[in-house]
């Protein structure tokens, strides 16, 4: 069995960077908006949907739908917003969370309804089924994945640390008082960060979709791993989520080899349980002491 660990490893990775793409926006909308958008796994869905639609029914090339696809998601993200979070932003986080939950169930049951419950097909974006190196089958999918992952948070590090709007998004996700006082237009960087949250989402549903297939319930399941993800990394951490998003799917990818294929999910979850047990603030999150 041990032969078969640097393919587990892999194929880990390639799970565990979309759980990473969904955890990032969770993070980004904590940081920004302090709002947890129960609706970003909804994201994928839609994402994965509007890459059918491109592709079926108007018969555009696959290279052409995703940008347009990632763009119509970030439209859409920005629209979510001025319809869930815009109306309730001076009443606190609770009633935001119960709006994105609410969002979140009538999207699905709108693509439902539009849809059925049938899965769709998804081609991958590569003819070629993938390469071996060195014993590992690198199927071309999970390789995509991977470094189409990487490249977006090196694209997320640059802009934030490297431009001036990066610099504007991070001063109103750590204050937006005081931005809103530096003439920082904090409205727009709201709205800029739940459009990009919302690409993001995007391009995991495009990604994984050949994998999964397209279905109704696909981002249920991966805005939970996400969410746990985001728990184990450390809540609100940019670097937590991403690591915490691929040793997720390593760990689920290992224990349904080793253990049991069913239950993969109940693995997964567990390792949240355990972190909430031991390290409730997460690989990267700071302890917070209490007054007795």
Do not use: C
């Not at 849809?115 to 089924?129: A, K, M, R």
């Not at 727009?188 to 999964?212: C, D, E, H, K, N």
Request: overall charge neutral; cysteine-free.
């Amino acid at each position: 069995m041990l032969e078969l660990v640097p393919q587990l490893l892999f194929t880990g990775l390639g799970i565990g960077a979309i759980y990473a793409l969904v955890a990032l926006g969770f993070v980004l909308l904590i940081r920004a908006a302090n709002v947890v958008n129960f609706a970003q796994g909804e994201f994928s869905m839609l994402g994965a949907y509007m890459m059918v639609v491109l592709l079926s029914i108007l018969g555009l090339p696959y290279f052409v739908a995703i940008p347009l696809a990632v763009v119509g998601m970030a439209a859409f993200g920005i629209l979510f917003a001025g319809a869930t979070y815009w109306p309730l932003r001076h009443r606190g986080q609770l009633p935001v969370i119960i709006s994105t939950i609410g969002a979140s169930i009538f999207l699905s049951n709108i693509v439902l309804a539009t849809y059925g419950p049938s899965p769709e097909v998804l081609p991958g974006l590569f003819d070629s089924p993938g390469l071996e190196i060195g014993g590992v089958f690198m199927d071309s999918q999970y390789l995509a994945i991977i470094v189409i992952t990487a490249l977006l948070v090196l694209l997320q590090f640059l802009i934030f640390e490297k431009t001036l709007l990066g610099k504007k998004l991070q001063a109103t996700s750590q204050d937006k008082e005081m931005a809103s006082l530096l003439g920082i237009p904090v409205a727009v960087m709201v709205l800029i960060t739940f459009g990009y949250s919302a690409a993001l989402g995007g391009i995991a549903g495009v990604l994984v979709a050949p994998i999964l297939f397209v279905s109704v319930g696909m981002g249920a399941l991966i805005s939970l791993k996400a969410f746990a993800a985001n728990i184990i990394g450390g809540f609100g951490n940019i670097p937590g989520a991403i690591l915490g998003g691929l040793a997720l799917g390593v760990v689920e990818t290992f224990g349904a080899a080793f253990i049991s294929v069913p239950y993969k999910d109940a693995i997964a979850f567990a390792l949240l349980l355990l972190f909430l047990l031991i390290r409730p603030q997460g690989l990267f999150g700071e302890k917070i002491s209490e007054k007795a």
